[in-house]
């Protein structure tokens, strides 16, 4: 499984198998997001667009229960992020072809877009001025932490993505090596399985994350006044 094996150059730069295979993935999405989307109707919904309603719906659901009524800012970002870990990490079933999410180069990239995803995100929420200064509360000397905080979480979406793409693959080939195509089915099932999951666990860690930017810079909401019953004339 050499994902980093170079296909062709162009100028001083190698174009690896990793590369070539998440072109390919946008390109698919891109393709397929076009023909789904080119006759869409209100009154006579297809099957493809009922099925592409639903899966947004299904998206929508999931931001919601983390975000309450801000989902909508949120289902492109997290709807192309699902969907292209879940592509690329079923990548690996067509023969010939690796999945870019088992090089750590490429879940590295992922996890950089979280991470600017996370800070873009928290200045919309609030402005500049006021995310930065939660990098000083409660007290400055916390500063360092909080940036290895970022920092470490970063680290640890490429790595633990890519530990278990890569695993789940050498653990298929061993199978199949051993038992020949003799259990060929379950083996498959189970991939297709832990890719999805895989690509749920790593979206739903990036929005918590997103979450967090958003919610922690806005003011805790203030308690009702108490109400004086003499005030309001009740006498009980």
């Known amino acids: 499984m050499d994902n980093i094996g170079v296909v062709f150059q162009v100028g001083p730069f190698g174009v690896t198998r990793t590369v070539v295979t998440t072109w390919g993935i946008m390109l698919l999405m891109a393709g397929a997001s076009w023909l789904a989307t080119r006759r869409l109707s209100v009154a006579s919904p297809g099957l493809v667009q009922t099925a592409l309603e639903g899966l947004v719906q299904a998206i929508d659901a999931a931001i919601a229960a983390v975000l309450p009524g801000r989902s909508t800012p949120l289902i492109p970002f997290m709807g192309t992020l699902w969907l292209f870990i879940a592509i690329a990490n079923l990548a690996g079933l067509v023969p010939g072809l690796d999945s870019p999410t088992g090089d750590l180069s490429a879940t590295a990239a992922l996890a950089v877009v979280v991470f600017l995803a996370v800070h873009g995100f928290g200045i919309r929420a609030s402005s500049l001025g006021a995310y930065l200064r939660h990098y000083l509360a409660p007290s400055p000397i916390l500063l360092p932490f909080h940036l290895l905080g970022e920092l470490s979480r970063t680290l640890a979406l490429a790595v633990r993505l890519f530990g278990n793409i890569m695993s789940l693959?050498?653990?298929?080939?061993?199978?199949?090596?051993?038992?020949?195509?003799?259990?060929?089915?379950?083996?498959?099932?189970?991939?297709?399985?832990?890719?999805?999951?895989?690509?749920?666990?790593?979206?739903?860690?990036?929005?918590?994350?997103?979450?967090?930017?958003?919610?922690?810079?806005?003011?805790?909401?203030?308690a009702p006044p108490p109400t004086d019953s003499h005030a309001t004339g009740d006498t009980t």
């Open 169 to 222: 693959e050498m653990a298929a080939l061993l199978v199949l090596l051993v038992a020949g195509l003799l259990v060929p089915v379950p083996v498959l099932m189970l991939h297709v399985i832990e890719a999805l999951v895989q690509a749920y666990i790593f979206g739903m860690l990036a929005l918590i994350y997103i979450a967090g930017g958003m919610q922690s810079r806005e003011p805790p909401a203030e």
